[in-house]
């Protein structure tokens, strides 16, 4: 079985509202998205292996507070935005939607190495598309560097396939990727519907 068929726990479909229900999501980043930048490179990747981790803490939280109420992503932030708490220190908005972007970077990412481009330009590409804009001028000199450090396309290919041949982790990936997609498309609708994505900047 390929890296991402192994994950215990998987991005699940929207509800039937369109919502993503909280921890599922939040399981599932843990699950599949840490352990691939993991792969990439634990201590090249260690500043945005730590910043998911602190927003999934954050947003962990925020459910823990009340498990009703906040059992979507969509929940908190509309809360939040009725609350009038959406740019308090430490919001679970600010954090979710620093988890997006740097989602929107792996899946861009992956995307772009699974079609066949190499991975070192992969994800110079999606840094571009999906960071870049939201970073000050630290973020924008030091993020390079750690791209510099992102291995060969097929050693991870190889890693990912633990054993399968190339065919069958494209497969299996792309299959990832679905879900993947479609909770992370999910967000990004929802940040544009109330047009608050541009509100957070580095």
């Known amino acids: 079985m390929t890296f991402f068929q192994t994950r215990e726990f998987k991005f699940q479909p929207l509800r039937q509202d369109g919502k993503i229900e909280t921890i599922p999501f939040l399981n599932a980043v843990e699950n599949s998205t840490l352990p ?47 609350e009038n708490t959406l740019y308090a220190k430490n919001s679970s908005t600010e954090a979710l939607v620093w988890l ?41 000199k030091i993020f390079p560097l750690v791209l510099k450090a992102v ?10 396939g633990q054993g399968a041949d190339e065919e069958t982790v494209v497969v299996d990936t792309n299959e990832f990727l679905k879900l993947f997609d479609e909770n992370i498309d999910a967000i990004i609708a929802m940040y544009k519907s109330k047009d608050i994505d541009m509100q957070f900047k580095a």
């Open 36 to 82: 691939f930048l993991q792969l990439l490179g634990p201590t090249a990747f260690a500043s945005v292996i730590s910043d998911i981790k602190g927003n999934i803490t954050k947003l962990t939280k925020k459910y823990e507070l009340d498990k009703v109420k906040y059992n979507t992503l969509q929940d908190i932030v509309e809360t939040e935005i009725e």
């Open 100 to 140: 997006k972007r740097t989602l929107e970077f792996i899946r861009g990412f992956i995307h772009h190495m699974i079609d066949g481009e190499e991975s070192g330009k992969s994800a110079e590409m999606s840094y571009e598309a999906n960071l870049k804009p939201y970073h000050g001028f630290v973020g924008k």
């Open 151 to 160: 291995p060969y396309r097929k050693d991870i290919i190889q890693q990912l």
